[in-house]
Each structure stands twice: as C-alpha cells, then as structure tokens.
C-alpha cells in the first residue's frame, strides 16, 4: 500500500486523501463509530414520540458521506454492534438491541453505506448534490426506523409516521443545510473536486 497521499481520482471520498494504510482505515472506522455514539447523547425528547431527536442521524451520514460505502457500513456496524452488546451509546445513554428506537439505528447502517456510494458518484462535492445525498440517507434511515417502530410499539402505519417521521423533518433539513455548507466546503478548501 502507498504511503502518500495520492491526489484524488474520481470516486474518491475525503477519507481516501488521507494517506492509504490499515491502520488508517481501522482509525477511520473506529473514529466514525465513536463519533456516532457521541452524537447519539446529544438526545431532545420530542412530545407524544418514543423517538428523540439526536445528532445520530447527521453523524451517520456524515461517516457514511465521508469515508465511502465500505467504511462507512463498518463504522456503524461497529457501532451497531457494540451498542448491541451492552456500551450505552444508543440514544440518550441506552444500549441493547430492541426499543422502539433500534430501527433508526439499523436505517443509519444502511444509510451510511448508500450515502457513501453516492459521494463515490461526486455527491458531497456540490451544494446540490450534497442536499440530494443526505435526503436520501434520511429517506433510507426512514425506511427502516418508521416501519419498525411501528412493529415494536404496535402503533398504525399512520401514527408511526406522525411519530416517527414528521417531527423530524424540520431537523433533517437543518442537519443537510449543515452538511451542504460543510462537505462542498471541505472539498474545496482541500483545491480538489475530484
């Protein structure tokens, strides 16, 4: 493996300007679990909702965005896991699989990987693309969490969503203005646009 960092080529996501190594990616990984589980205790109790608003949602597809498909599962599968075996870094200090909450956790593993593909694709270069990139990591997020608390609370599809989906839209976009200002910026200030 070289030990300089190479310019980009296209396909390239931020954590490939880095200079290639093991550890490298190993330290990548580790880092995007923990920054996941950091941002995770940033949790606001939303009335008639088992689901807070947390910074989890906008690290995951920040790790995703940033360290590319591959590295991106693998941080959340580490954080996934370990949050599954007992280290309270779920929301609000919780850990275990289940709870009406686990679901999201399990959309943001998905997600992380499809927003890295995308910003494979140039889709963290551009304000736009960027905007594109974190509302379908949201959507995905969506897909899986919304359906399963539904499941775990026994809550109507409707009453899920009102629950689950609609408090949140006001934060997701607040989260994607966040990173269109910060990932194209990144990119730029770096002189390289792949």
Do not use: C, E, H
């Not at 270069?125 to 960027?130: I, Q």
């Not at 990139?133 to 359906?147: K, L």
Request: cysteine-free.
């Amino acid at each position: 493996m070289s030990t300089a960092a190479a310019a980009p080529r296209t396909g390239a996501v931020l954590a490939d300007l880095l200079p290639a190594t093991r550890t490298r990616d190993i330290a990548l990984v580790l880092g995007g679990a923990v920054l996941t589980g950091l941002a995770a205790q940033i949790a606001i109790p939303v009335p008639g909702s088992p689901v807070p608003v947390t910074g989890q949602t906008f690290a995951a597809l920040l790790v995703g965005t940033a360290l590319g498909a591959r590295r991106g599962f693998l941080s959340l599968a580490v954080y996934t896991l370990v949050g599954m075996m007992g280290m309270p870094w779920f929301s609000g200090g919780t850990s275990g699989p289940g709870g009406a909450s686990f679901g999201y956790v399990l959309g943001m593993l998905l997600a992380a990987t499809v927003v890295g593909a995308l910003a494979r694709r140039g889709g963290d270069r551009s304000v736009l693309r960027t905007a594109g990139t974190m509302v379908v990591g949201s959507a995905v997020t969506y897909a899986v969490g919304v359906p399963y608390l539904a499941l775990s609370t026994g809550m109507s599809a409707s009453a899920a969503i009102a629950a689950g989906l609609v408090p949140f839209l006001l934060g997701d976009a607040l989260k994607a203005a966040l990173a269109m200002g910060a990932l194209p910026t990144t990119w730029k200030l770096l002189g390289r646009r792949g």
